[in-house]
């Protein structure tokens, strides 16, 4: 049986459960960790489940800040000091991942209190996660805000990448099966992602009998 709710309907659910509906219904979005130092030295480790591609050439990333109601140490250790790292979560590291998500003050890392480990690697301001096998690190090279909600999206251009080299196919696409990489949906659940179909690129003239 399937469920209907209408914008009026969907705009008087109780506020936890509209926002996990809301949150999930778009789909499995990768979870990964945002390491960032601030320019005193405090590091810092977020979970963030809104990392998006927006382009290969130049390589970009991008990703969502909630609001400034509350203090948001990430968005303020990139702004003030224009670095961030992305590192994925993986299976065995989920649970410790997810708790960096508690409100913490900033003269405490999560690196600290949730058991993971900051790695300084290649002369990078901030900091990778040590137990994770693909990470990513950035330049803030531009703050778009969406004025609908406050929001902030975060581009940042890749500056360095880590990846195990066991993963990599020859046409360049990382088995994220193969890392264990996690994917959100919400703010409560996790999934494990397996690879089940692989296609040639979409060609108008090379389309297969359906
Ligand atoms: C699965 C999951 C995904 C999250 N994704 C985001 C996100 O994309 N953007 C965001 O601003 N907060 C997100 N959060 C909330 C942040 O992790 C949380 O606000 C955290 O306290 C931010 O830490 P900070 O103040 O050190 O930056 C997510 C939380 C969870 C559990």
Redesign the pocket.
């Known amino acids: 049986m399937t469920q209907f709710y209408s914008i009026s309907e969907i705009e008087k659910l109780d506020k936890i459960y509209r926002a996990n509906l809301i949150?999930s219904i778009s789909g499995l979005?990768p979870?990964n960790l945002?390491g960032?130092k601030s320019a005193s030295g405090q590091t810092?480790?977020?979970?963030?489940?809104?990392?998006i591609h927006l382009g290969a050439n130049p390589a970009l990333l991008g990703?969502?800040?909630?609001p400034a109601m509350?203090?948001?140490?990430?968005?303020?250790?990139m702004r003030e000091t224009g670095f961030f790292t992305i590192n994925h979560v993986q299976k065995d590291i989920t649970k410790k991942?997810?708790y960096?998500?508690?409100?913490?003050d900033?003269n405490i890392s999560?690196f600290d209190v949730c058991g993971l480990t900051a790695e300084f690697q290649n002369d990078f301001f901030a900091p990778f996660v040590k137990e994770s096998s693909i990470k990513i690190g950035l330049k803030l090279v531009d703050e778009i805000p969406i004025k609908l909600n406050g929001?902030i999206l975060m581009i940042g251009k890749i500056e360095q990448i880590y990846f195990p080299k066991e993963i990599i196919t020859e046409t360049g696409n990382l088995e994220l099966n193969m890392a264990e990489s996690v994917c959100?949906?919400?703010?409560?659940?996790?999934y494990m992602p397996y690879k089940f179909a692989e296609f040639p690129y979409a060609k108008i003239d090379k389309l297969p009998q359906f």
């Open positions: 949150n979005k979870a945002i960032t810092n480790l977020a979970i963030f489940s809104s990392v990703l969502i800040v909630r509350v203090p948001r140490h990430s968005y303020e250790n991942a997810h960096t998500s508690a409100k913490f900033k999560e929001t959100a949906s919400g703010l409560e659940t996790y």
